[in-house]
């Protein structure tokens, strides 16, 4: 009596994530450098050649070992728990959230105010120059 597992098949996990990531196949062809028909090649294929299989990785955001390890119950259990937290705490950001988001953005806007107001003096002192020189002359 033999327990063998069957190997998982590593194209397959590669289209569920790429799916679940929301990228098309086109997408990930350009991101890896292969045609669209090498994709679904590669998606169709029970393995996949580790340097193959590190550039699908870093291309989709995740890593090998997500890949070879996938799995729906997996993913499943994860959106489970995730909406179980959420329900529990009231929010999704309720243990994770370190900052006020609307501090983040007042901080962004004086940072692209100061940038414009710089930008705004160069071109003011580069028109004084150029009006200058034409009176020199």
Known sequence: MSTATKPRHI???ISRIRELRGIKQEALADAIGVS???????ESSETVDKE???????????TVEAIKNFSEEGVINYFNNFNDNIVTTG???AN???????DKLIEAYQENK????????AEKEKIEYLENS????
């Open 11 to 13: 194209g397959r996990n």
């Open 36 to 42: 669209q028909q090498s994709v679904s090649n590669i």
């Open 52 to 62: 193959k299989l590190v550039e699908i990785a870093k291309a989709l955001g995740v």
């Open 91 to 93: 929010s999704i950001f």
């Open 96 to 102: 994770n959230c370190t900052f006020n988001p609307l």
């Open 114 to 121: 100061n940038l414009y107001e710089r930008l705004l003096q």
């Open 134 to 137: 034409l009176k020199g002359k």
